[in-house]
């Protein structure tokens, strides 16, 4: 185990990487998930933990496996093209985890533009548009999601927060990576102030009748997270229905089972990948100057008053990773209670490392 250091709540200890990464590829292969399969799906998750997106890292494994268990993931899935063109590909996942299904989604869409349909809870988006960065490419990554947020005027959850995330290379300065879900705020951050017993800020749920609340009890009942920016996260999420859920032939809306509670039913959820080729329309070395210039303007920029810094976007997790690498994965009390319950479930109680 990591030494606990540089830990600020909701963070509680910290574990080495490699020995996190042993542990969950086990549990996976206990439900029958293929080695390479489950190599993916816990590299997509430690890594996430690594980069501080506490919300969609290996917390959500216990529950993954129980949806491989119950029917409502298939882990011996293995995604396929259905049709294509020279620009684009339909796969079916065929309700595979969605970190397979993901991987496989960026990975052609590394060759032409990719819809991904039918396949799972994929984690964070920024996952998969992290892959083509080595690559020389701009990634995009999208999701919808089962309805969990409302909508203006509405009442009650009508949508899915929907995440969006996109990749953008440099060269000698940090990558822009960003990686939001639609809403005020991720839904595991409000489960993660209900669980530590304290109120949420008023603004990021609404209760049964559409008004604000500061109770994060609300949300698993019969509240609904409230759109980012108002009728502009909405219209956002729209999009990404539209392209993630219409288009790649997946759920739409209230079509797609709530995957955190009902683990018997496949989730059907949808993605959609895009890959651009810098070099198939500017020289590489001019694309990386323009970046790195851009990028520098807005890590130079004036600082307000009492700010010490500005910050690109994906630069707090890029440096989160870095102290992840030296020190250890630093995880939650919710993720330590989960892996511990995982370790359990599977028979591996011996070799969780926390």
Same mark, same amino acid.
């Given at each position: ?16 990487? %490699? ?6 590829? %086990? ?38 496996? !129980? ?67 080595? !690559? ?36 000698? !300065? ?21 669980? !530590?017993?304290?109120?949420?800020? %008023? ?115 890029? %440096? ?35």
């Amino acid at each position: 185990m990591a030494e606990s250091v540089m830990l600020e709540p909701p963070f509680v200890i910290r574990v080495d990487a %490699e020995t996190l990464k042993t542990f969950c590829m %086990e549990a996976l292969t206990t439900v029958g998930m293929a080695v390479e399969h489950a190599r993916i799906t816990t590299e997509c998750l430690v890594r996430t933990d690594m980069r501080g997106i506490y919300t969609h890292g290996t917390v959500s494994l216990r529950r993954y496996v !129980q949806l491989m268990r119950d029917g409502g993931i298939d882990p011996r899935a293995v995604p396929e093209i259905t049709n294509e063109g020279p620009a684009w590909a339909m796969i079916d996942a065929h309700q595979a985890v969605g970190m397979v299904a993901g991987h496989v989604g960026m990975t052609t869409a590394m060759k032409k533009a990719a819809g991904c349909g039918y396949s799972n809870h994929f984690g964070a988006a920024s996952a998969y548009t992290l892959m083509v960065l080595d !690559q020389g490419m701009i990634g995009m990554a999208m999701s919808n999601t089962d309805v969990v947020m409302s909508i203006p005027n509405g009442r009650g959850a009508q949508i899915g927060n929907n995440p969006l995330s996109y990749a953008v290379p440099a060269r000698t !300065q940090p990558p822009l990576v960003l990686d939001i879900a639609m809403s005020t705020v991720a839904g595991g951050k409000v489960v993660s102030m209900k669980n !530590q017993g304290k109120p949420i800020p %008023e603004g990021w749920l609404t209760d049964k009748d559409g008004l604000p609340t500061t109770d994060p009890g609300v949300f698993t009942v019969h509240g609904a997270l409230t759109p980012l920016g108002g009728h502009k996260g909405y219209g956002l999420a729209l999009m990404v229905e539209s392209l993630a859920g219409v288009l790649a032939g997946a759920g739409i809306t209230t079509d797609m089972p709530t995957w955190a509670k009902e683990s018997r039913k496949a989730c059907n959820e949808g993605h959609t990948f895009i890959a651009v080729d810098i070099a198939a329309m500017m020289p590489k070395n001019e694309f990386y100057t323009r970046m790195d210039e851009l990028i520098r303007r807005m890590r130079t920029a004036p600082k307000a008053k009492n700010a010490t810094r500005t910050y690109i976007p994906g630069e707090m997790e890029y %440096e989160s990773e870095a102290v992840a690498r030296t020190h250890g994965v630093a995880l939650t009390d919710t993720a330590v209670a989960n892996l511990r319950g995982l370790a359990e479930d599977t028979g591996l109680g011996g070799r969780c490392p926390v």
